[in-house]
């Protein structure tokens, strides 16, 4: 079987370190195992399109060296490669998830659904909607259709086939078993929005099926959506992937990164002159763990390692799940060693752009000699 992977952002605005090291996990996988990378855009949020995301995302990651072998500009058997020219495939599956009732149709308005989220609350109810149009009939759906009323269409995620409770815990390659997590789950959640656009949920699912991705590598963000997610394989009668969730990336002193704190966008290192190999190096060990399994790879190595080293040495399963901090004292560290590596090859007469930087660096601070 071919291993499939995809980094899948989002356009809305610069790729920064945590979607780097996202798209590198996944590119080192499909390198190591000689597998297929694809790259995705989640262009169905309409409201939060930034132009010039997909140049900027492209650019970072040409810059870091990580090549795709599908996607944008490059093409593939699965494309197109943005969500926004996959519709018709969304709309097909939200047939079928609405004839066999697992979705249903919600007329309420934003206002109506205001209200009912308040008045649940106040009855502190853990639901967030109350599921009224669930009880329309056939006759008051298909009458309110013809009328053109907008609407949502919402998985009925109480259906008596994927209500059952699981047998085994939901696994995730990187965070082992899982609780269950239906409980913070919002109520019966919006898969088809009223601009006929899919949400993240739905979209991500048909995607991940339909591009054949055996492996969805993927930020810790997304864990709490995981078993919304493996409920719609199953209401698709569809074979879930494998999942790995990426434990969150933090700031020296622990708290989550931000712009406030310090360079977070890829574009501030290629813009400071920080060497491409050293950024990568210093992302791929933040989250490099131990386990029992690894391959001999040694806890947060500290030696310098090329992209090819790498690929080598990484194991999906070997990663932790604990948060972790980037220190950029390790970046600073990482950046001599890559440097003092690529000065050893120009002076073995090796091909490296080290000297010509060197010499435009000299030209510009000494112009007159
Ligand atoms: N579009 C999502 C994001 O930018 C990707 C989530 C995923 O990889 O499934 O965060």
Redesign the pocket.
């Known amino acids: 079987m071919t291993v499939r992977v995809?980094?899948?952002?989002?356009p809305?605005g610069s790729l920064h370190l945590g979607?780097l090291r996202?798209a590198l996990y996944n590119y080192l996988t499909a390198r190591r195992l000689g597998g297929i990378f694809t790259l995705r855009i989640?262009d169905t949020d309409r409201t939060r399109l930034v132009p010039g995301s997909v140049e900027n995302i492209i650019k970072g990651l040409r810059w870091a060296g990580i090549d795709f072998d599908h996607g944008p500009e490059r093409g593939g058997p699965f494309g197109p490669y943005y969500q926004s020219e996959r519709l018709d495939l969304y709309h097909a599956y939200t047939k079928k998830l609405l004839e066999t009732g697992r979705a249903y149709r919600c007329f309420c308005s934003p206002s109506t659904l205001t209200a009912t989220r308040e008045r649940l609350a106040r009855m502190r109810s853990n639901a967030t909607y109350d599921r009224t149009c669930l009880h329309l009939t056939d006759e008051e759906v298909a009458r309110k259709v013809k009328a053109g009323e907008k609407h949502v269409v919402r998985f009925n995620v109480c259906h008596s086939d994927t209500a059952v409770p699981r047998k085994d815990p939901i696994k995730d390659l990187v965070f082992g078993a899982l609780q269950d997590g239906h409980g913070s789950l919002p109520t019966d959640p919006i898969l088809l929005k009223s601009d006929l656009f899919p949400t993240?949920h739905l979209a991500?699912v048909v995607d991940d099926h339909e591009m054949k991705i055996t492996h969805?590598i993927?930020?810790e963000?997304?864990l709490q959506s995981l078993p919304l997610h493996i409920d719609l394989y199953a209401s698709l009668d569809l074979e879930p992937p494998n999942f790995a969730h990426l434990p969150l990336l933090l700031n020296p002193d622990g708290s989550k990164m931000s712009k406030r704190k310090g360079d977070v966008q890829v574009s501030d290192y290629i813009a400071k002159g920080w060497e491409p190999e050293a950024v990568v190096n210093w992302l791929a060990l933040a989250g490099w763990g131990t386990s029992p399994k690894s391959s001999g790879i040694p806890d947060q190595p500290d030696g310098a390692m090329s992209m090819d080293e790498l690929i080598q040495k990484f194991d999906i399963e070997a990663l932790t799940h604990r948060r972790t901090i980037l220190d950029p004292g390790k970046l600073t560290n990482l950046n001599k060693q890559h440097l003092a590596t690529k000065i050893q090859a120009a002076t073995n007469g090796e091909p490296s752009d080290i000297l010509t930087r060197a010499e435009n660096l000299l030209r510009k601070t000494y112009p007159d000699r």
């Not at 995809?6 to 989002?10: G, I, L």
């Open positions: 995809r980094f899948a952002p989002s809305t979607g996202t989640e993240y991500s969805v993927r930020g963000e997304w």
